[in-house]
T-cell receptor
Framework: EPEVTQTPSHQVTQMGQEVILRCVPI?????FYWYRQILGQKVEFLVSFYNNEISEKSEIFDDQFSVERPDGSNFTLKIRSTKLEDSAMYFC??????????????FGPGTRLLVL | GNSVTQMEGPVTLSEEAFLTINCTYT??????LFWYVQYPGEGLQLLLKATKADDKGSNKGFEATYRKETTSFHLEKGSVQVSDSAVYFCALRQPGNQFYFGTGTSLTVIP
């Protein structure tokens, strides 16, 4: 069964450093998402991406964050200058369709980011 | 606004016990409701969903009924197995792309 993969599974970085989290969505999917979960808190939506542009973003997704689909398979989340409060589990997801079609989103296993 | 509140864990049950994980929501309009499960080391997997009031979602022996009058979507299973040990997330989705998740409930089933 096709699945969403994410790398790395764990990332430790120093405050102020840039990190790039990588995701490979399911190959025929068209919509891509990032979520995060700070330890003990809810899973929070960050951003959705379709047709090479952001279609929706939350207030968490400020100028420190960016997303990119650099090639036909990868979908990346970049945090430009990490802060302690960026420490969280980051989940990537993809879906075949989006918007009004309420399509199921398939999630990756997550990348645990720790900012020291 | 939109939000989901689910029962705090961790929950520990003996094999073959009855499971209920409570989930209530706040939403405008007519959201779809979901339960996702995360097994150790894996991603969130859709367990079941319901798209309108009174719908019952079911999968792998789990059930949940969309109750608009009580704004609830409680997850139940009549007889849990060790393999059901995982973290369970309740979520809602308004038309559009964004999901709103609960904090997750960890379930451990002991033989």
């Amino acid at each position: 069964e096709p699945e969403v993969t994410q790398t790395p599974s764990h990332q430790v970085t120093q405050m102020g450093q840039e990190v790039i989290l990588r995701c490979v969505p399911i190959s025929n999917h068209l919509y891509f998402y990032w979520y995060r979960q700070i330890l003990g808190q809810k899973v929070e939506f960050l951003v959705s991406f379709y047709n090479n542009e952001i279609s929706e973003k939350s207030e968490i997704f400020d100028d420190q964050f960016s997303v990119e689909r650099p090639d036909g398979s990868n979908f990346t989340l970049k945090i430009r200058s990490t802060k302690l409060e960026d420490s969280a589990m980051y989940f990537c997801a993809s879906s075949l369709a989006g918007g009004q079609f309420q399509e199921t989103q398939y999630f990756g296993p997550g990348t645990r980011l720790l900012v020291l | 606004g939109n939000s989901v509140t689910q029962m705090e864990g961790p929950v520990t049950l003996s094999e073959e016990a009855f499971l209920t994980i409570n989930c209530t929501y706040t939403a405008t309009g007519y959201p779809s409701l979901f339960w996702y499960v995360q097994y150790p080391g894996e991603g969130l997997q859709l367990l079941l969903k319901a798209t309108k009031a009174d719908d019952k979602g079911s999968n792998k022996g789990f059930e949940a009924t969309y109750r608009k009058e009580t704004t609830s979507f409680h997850l139940e299973k009549g007889s849990v197995q060790v393999s059901d040990s995982a973290v369970y997330f309740c979520a809602l989705r308004q038309p559009g792309n964004q999901f709103y998740f609960g904090t997750g409930t960890s379930l451990t089933v002991i033989p």
